[in-house]
């Protein structure tokens, strides 16, 4: 059974801080894997990643994925209140169309 | 803003209504889908249109009947709904259907929160 897993389940930190989220998956027919952030409503797009060690950017977030070891990590730098949410980690899987299977996600707190 | 459009945001709904969630998206992508999220959860596949086909059922009871009249517009019908339906539920949209180099970006649309009485 394809499974992607998120630790930690939730986290508080300050402003300021540096965070590092974790997502590992065990899967068959490996496409990509992707983080979106969910506030109140709609999962928004962060990043899509299909190859190992190459880092993707945008401001204070990065991530990058590993295909041997099977996980992903999502940083995020001077961290803001406006960082709170749910982090969703999914795995789009080959011969599966677009379906993403999801991890349990990471509920991520940032406090002034 | 998402280019995704769900409506309605809010329906409050009893066990005998008939009601129906509305999905439509005008950025020509061919597959469409439905999933659910409870609280605390992480989204749930439902349904998959391709090229207005449904493609994918992941098992999900008859109440819920999903239409694809078009490549923009996707409604999940409810009948006969219990209290444990009660979610959020998200439409999304992907460039291309099952099958295709697509490398799996979803746009999802606000959700329509649905309250079972």
């Known amino acids: 059974e394809d499974k992607v897993v998120q630790s930690p389940l939730s986290l508080v930190v300050h402003e300021g801080d540096t965070v590092t989220l974790n997502c590992s998956y065990e899967v068959t027919n490996f496409r990509s894997l992707l983080w979106y952030k969910q506030e109140k409503k709609a999962p928004t797009f962060l990043f899509m990643l299909?190859?190992?060690?190459i880092e993707k950017k945008s401001g204070r977030l990065s991530s990058i994925l590993d295909k041997k070891e099977l996980f992903s990590i999502l940083n995020i730098t001077a961290t803001q209140t406006g960082d709170s949410a749910i982090y969703l980690c999914a795995v789009a899987l080959d011969n599966a169309g677009n379906m993403l299977t999801f991890g349990g996600g990471t509920r991520l707190m940032v406090k002034p | 803003d998402t280019e995704v459009t769900q409506t309605p945001k809010h329906l409050v709904m009893g066990m005998t209504n008939k009601k129906s969630l509305k999905c439509e998206q005008h950025m020509g992508h061919r597959a469409m889908y439905w999933y659910k999220q409870k609280a605390k959860k992480p989204p749930e596949l439902m349904f998959v249109?391709?090229?207005?086909?449904?493609?994918i059922n992941e098992s999900v009871p008859s109440r819920f009947s999903p239409e694809c009249p078009n490549s923009s517009l996707l409604n999940l019908h409810l009948h006969a709904l219990q209290p444990e339906d009660s979610a959020l539920y998200l439409c999304?949209?992907?460039?291309?259907?099952?099958?295709?180099?697509?490398?799996?970006?979803?746009?999802f649309g606000e959700g329509s929160r649905l309250t079972v009485l």
């Open positions: 999304a949209s992907s460039q291309e259907g099952a099958g295709s180099a697509n490398t799996g970006e979803l746009f």
């Open positions: 299909t190859s190992s060690g």
């Open positions: 249109y391709s090229y207005e086909k449904l493609s």
